[in-house]
Every structure is written in C-alpha cells, then in structure tokens.
C-alpha cells in the first residue's frame, strides 16, 4: 500500500455502518448533486452522467459481475454505475480525476448502501501502476477523448483483469471491436486483440446521459484470452502495429522500413509467412506476431 500511496494523489477505503440502503440516482438526484458541488460537467473531462436506473442495472448485467468478483470502474463521477456496482454485491474500486468528485462520493455510498465497503483512487487513470486487491473485471463510463489508452493502459498494468466492459463514442467502439479488412480496423482493433475477444455488447441512447452527449455510445466487451508472448514481444508488435497504421494506405513494406529496415523488410515479412504487398488493415494480430517474432529473433 506505501507503494501505491507514492503514485496516486489519495486512497482510501470507506466502510459505513447504518440501518438504510438501496436504491439508484435519478436525473433529480444527479443535478441536486451537481449543484450541491457546484460541478457543472465538463467536455475536457468528459463529464456525461448517466441519470437512468434502468441502464446502469443494464449495464451491470452485461458485464456479468456479482459478489465473488472484484470491480474496477474509472470516472465514478457522481457515483451512479458505482451504486449498481455495489449493488450487484461486487467488491468495488474507482478510480477519480476529479477531487471534488472523490470527495464526495463517500456520503453518496453512505446514504445508499452504508453497510458496504468500497476503495475510492483519486488519480488520472493513466497515471496509475496497481491496484489494491487485483480487480478481476473493468466496468466504466469512459470518457470519449481517452477511452482507448485508459482501456489500453489498464490492461497491460492490471494482469488480473479478466472481463472489460466499457460505454464509449459509438465510433471508437466499432474500432475496438473491428475485425482485419474492415473500414473500422485500425492500431486499437489489434492492441486490443492482445488481450482478448471483443464484442459490442450493446448501445446506451443519448437521453440517458446529463448533459446529453453529441455523438451515440455503445457498450465494448472484453473476454480474457492468453496474451500469444510476453511483455517483451508485446512491445515489438505494438510498434510493429504503430508503423503499420501511420500511414493506412502504403503497403507494409513501407510503412514498416524505417522500422525494421528499409533493405531487409520484405525479407523478413516474407520470412514470417506474410506478403510485403499487403497493407496493415488485412494483418491479424496473429499476423503481427508472426513477424515480431521474424524481427526480434533476426
């Protein structure tokens, strides 16, 4: 815990005793909340709060967690999801960029679920290097501008993560989840193959959020596979992945020379079993494996 305490802001564990509890927030509970903390939601945070019980019950079925499993959300903001979190009797954490968020969502819990324990993080979640408790799935509302490296981040520093689901931008989504050769495939489509089979779970309609969002969401979902190499290898085809996708249109022999080498890339790509006239959008993640393993071995 020393550990932990050198590189997040504040961390503390909250257990309340007390004779009432349940119940979700409201669109009346989250502006009454707002106001109280003079909070008015901001697009740089990506501050969209889901006022519906309904699709944070929703939501917490999807992601399948209950008492046995141990959650990690990011941007509790105003504590709606944490409450279904809890609910759902999981053990909970989050993660809070917010002070003035993180403050407060202790007499939220209090007055809703008093009798439960949660571990509230105030930190940037990119910031963060462990968790206490290893949490077993990642279940947010994460903001649009930063879901993919916060997903992307979490995932390579928290091993114990072994379901993901997350609400972002419709089209980020679609990225994540896309399969090679379609129009939405991408760098985040196969970094995020490394640690799992993707899915969309789901769509969240705008007037469910305050305030009401420009753009549609839908649910991501991750189910744990084994990583094919380790942390090493990783790293080489997240490069590999990085150059492939910088420029889409240029075959991979030539989005990767500067990379590899401009007078040994096509041998090597041809060594891995691939064709250097390919682009990066037709490659698997298995494809980009192939030739980091071709690269580091050379």
Not at 36 to 44: A, D, F, H, I, S
Not at 60 to 65: F, H, L, N, Q
Not at 166 to 171: G, I, L, N
Request: glycine share 8%.
């Amino acid at each position: 815990m020393g550990a932990l305490m050198t590189n997040l802001s504040a961390s503390w564990d909250l257990c309340f005793v007390a004779d009432k509890a349940g119940g979700l927030l409201g669109a009346t509970e989250i502006r009454r909340l707002a106001e109280e903390l003079g909070v008015t939601p901001t697009k740089k945070l990506g501050q969209n709060f889901v006022h519906d019980a309904n699709t944070i019950r929703r939501i917490v079925s999807i992601a399948g967690v209950g008492e046995g499993d141990h959650v990690l959300e990011v941007g509790p903001g105003l504590g709606s999801l944490t409450l279904g979190l809890v609910e759902s009797g999981a053990q909970v954490s989050v993660i809070e960029i917010d002070p003035r968020l993180a403050a407060a969502l202790p007499d939220t819990l209090q007055k809703y679920f008093p009798d439960q324990q949660v571990s509230i993080i105030t930190a940037d979640a990119l910031a963060v290097t462990a968790v206490p408790g290893e949490p077993t799935a990642l279940v947010a509302n994460l903001p649009y501008n930063t879901s993919v490296p916060i997903t992307l981040h979490l995932l390579s520093t928290l091993p114990s993560l072994r379901t993901v689901l997350v609400m972002v931008q419709a089209e980020v989504a679609e990225r994540i989840a896309a399969t090679p050769g379609s129009k939405a495939y991408g760098s985040p489509s196969v970094k995020a193959r490394w640690y799992g089979a993707w899915s969309i779970a789901g769509s969240v309609p705008r007037q469910v959020f305050w305030p009401v969002p420009n753009v549609d969401s839908l649910l991501v979902k991750m189910e744990h596979t084994p990583a094919p190499g380790d942390e090493a290898l990783r790293r080489v085809v997240f490069d590999l992945v990085d150059h492939a996708f910088a420029t889409r249109r240029k075959m991979v022999r030539g989005a990767l020379a500067h990379y590899i080498g401009p007078e040994r890339v096509s041998d090597l790509i041809a060594a891995a079993g691939l064709s250097p006239e390919a682009r990066g959008e037709q490659w698997t993640l298995e494809d980009f494996v192939a030739l980091a393993r071709v690269v580091t071995s050379s």
